[in-house]
């Protein structure tokens, strides 16, 4: 795999007729629980980092991979979709899958969480390590954002890693087969930008986030939103932020694979509990 990633695109679309600008809630309407010990690591936090899941993004109405009923990996096998096995056999299954997803997110918008963050951002600077293929967290306005495991949007060529830069062919419903463009450069298939299972995740990318992570120091703020925690190397970045001496916070409804790692858990979603973290910082 060619280790040059394009650069992420993010689609220029205008927020739909009554999308209401992130306004931070008033700290005593929002019910959701948080600590007085966790409330003053908030307001005092130095640096902050996100590390965020799908669940980041689902009440968006972008579906989590695991979660029972509704996740992707409930309803469609990776090994047939996301890894580079599945691309060699039919490349045409695996790219339709995956345009159905750009389509699916193209139609879909940043939820509170994502804006809460982007406004705390503005505030104090929040640094957000996704594993997410989506472009919520940059639609919502956060401008520093590593995406571990790529980008829906950054198509590249299947064998010499030219950046694919022109429209794709998007459809509304899932199909089963939809030819791949061809790379402008060598004519070979062009494909997803996504990391499959089996790949490298890109190195500046996990270098980056690995430096954000080592150089945490007590006083600062790690949130791990909307993950099952279950996916590495992102899984183990709350171990290593606690061991640097940083508090760690864990947003998910339900029980982690990695709830222990954190000092707090909130059982919330993220479009309820991100607000109301932020809210804390807006009432200073
Ligand atoms: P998962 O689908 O494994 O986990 C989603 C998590 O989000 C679960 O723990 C849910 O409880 C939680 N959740 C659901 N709704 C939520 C909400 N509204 N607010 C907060 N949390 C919520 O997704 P990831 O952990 O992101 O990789 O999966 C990791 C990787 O596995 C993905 O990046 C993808 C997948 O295979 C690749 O494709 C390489």
Known sequence: ????????????????????????????????????????????????VVLSGAGMSAES??????????????????????TQFAWDDDPEFVWAWYAWRVGLV?????????????????RRGVQVITQNVD????RAGSTEVAHLHGSLFAYRCAECGHPYDAEIEVPDEPVERLTPPRCEVCGAWV????????????????????????????????LSVGTSGVVYPAAGFPAMARAAGATTVEINPTETEISDHFHHVIRDTAARALPALVALVAAE
Request: net charge negative; glycine share 8%.
């Open 1 to 48: 795999m060619s280790d040059e990633y394009p650069a992420m695109q993010v689609p220029a679309e205008p927020m739909p007729p009554g999308y209401q600008p992130y306004v931070p809630p008033n700290p005593d309407e929002v019910g959701v629980e948080i600590s007085d010990e966790l409330a003053q690591v908030v307001r005092h936090a130095r640096r902050i």
């Open 61 to 82: 109405g972008v579906p989590t991979f695991r979660d029972a009923q509704s996740g992707l990996w409930e309803r469609f096998d990776p090994a047939s979709l996301a």
């Open 106 to 122: 193209r139609r879909v918008w940043p939820n509170a969480g994502h804006l809460a963050i982007a406004a705390w951002g503005r």
């Open 135 to 138: 472009d919520l967290h940059e």
């Open 191 to 222: 494909r997803p930008g996504v990391v499959w299972f089996g790949e490298y995740l890109p190195q500046e990318v996990m270098e980056a986030a690995t430096t954000m992570i080592e150089s945490l120091e007590p006083g600062d703020l790690v």
